[in-house]
């Protein structure tokens, strides 16, 4: 059992921070305050060749794992981008994974050097209003007409749709009433038609650069060709995203929560009151030395799911188990740095409340805590379902 990080994987956390090193703490307050997608830090990872690094090399990617890809998204959001920063690239580093495992050759061709070269930016659509995480009651219907599909629904919360060009995009392809356990749903990889797909965008608490979205498809002509795998199988194939993106939502979260302690930290060694640094006081030292360790905690399960992910095991409960235990440890830590800075942490220019209304992200997406919950005491623990 060995903690440490490779030569290879420290010359990737390191690479990584010199590439973000120009978009600052000040870069992602204007973008916080102004919004408007971060194309030039897009384009910046692309040139670098950052937005392959688990895709395969014959595609144009870096062909590493998951491991990789969650050091990558920790030290993207650690370097001050936060989930601003991380979400701009997330779907690139995961989100085609399902291409790649059950994509046809020609498709992976067609398809995955556009994205790692960043001429492409995909969007990710399932959630729905009306069934949340209720993924099997989709209502999205998709009917084949000759070599094509015609494609009506709404979708919702939907990242990057302003700015995307490609979709990944699942929708019934059999009614409900006629399928048994998870058949009837197909998984498509479209291009954002925008005669046929309206996108109304979601103004909401923070990460403003990062649009999210309602997106309404009307008759929307998909070519069968741009199916991904079998009609029908569409969930299953999801499936094959849903650990790894736990994964890196979570590496992510443990990025944000280590720069809002690290901002806590040297706040509180500077600042002076009665006459000395407000760090020598307990209080203050204590809760963010508690961060400190929950943070150490969180980043060994996100590295314990990614090793057990990439070495081709069942990982599930561990990656729900990193989403989870990343998320609230991440919201704490900006809770805390708050505290430390006192009236200033509510003032923007300390960046601090910027990572607090960030932290909701990772708490909410993809799934909540509390279904994080039943699984883990259905599939961990053996008890009863409970939903």
Known sequence: MNFELTENQEQIR?????????????????????????????????????LGIAIPERFGGAGLGITEAALMMQTIAQTGAGLSGASAVHMNIFGLYPVVVFGTEEQKQRWLPRLVEGRDKACFAVTEPNTGL???KLKTFARREGNEYIVSGQKVWISTAQVANKMLLLART?????????????????????????????????????????????????????????EGEGFKYILHGMNPERILIAAEAVGLGKIALSRGAHYAAERNVFDRPIGTNQSIQHPLAKSWIELQAAELMVMKAATLYDAGKNCAAEANAAKYLAAETCFRACENAILTHGGMGYAKEYHVERYMREAWIPRLAPISPQLILCFIAEKALGLPKSY
Not at 20 to 33: H, V
């Open 174 to 230: 059999t009614p409900a009433s006629e399928c048994k356990g998870t058949a009837g749903l197909s998984l498509f990889y479209i291009d954002l038609d925008r005669t046929a797909i309206e996108v109304r965008e979601i103004d909401k608490m923070g990460r403003k650069c990062v649009d999210s979205n309602q997106v309404f498809i009307d008759n929307l002509r998909i070519p069968s060709r741009d199916r991904i795998g079998e």
């Open 14 to 50: 390191d690479a990584l921070q010199r590439t973000c090193e120009p978009f600052n703490a000040e870069y992602w307050a204007t973008k916080d305050r102004e919004g408007g997608f971060p194309h030039e830090f897009h384009r910046a990872l692309a040139e670098s060749g950052w």
């Open 134 to 136: 209720n993924t099997l």
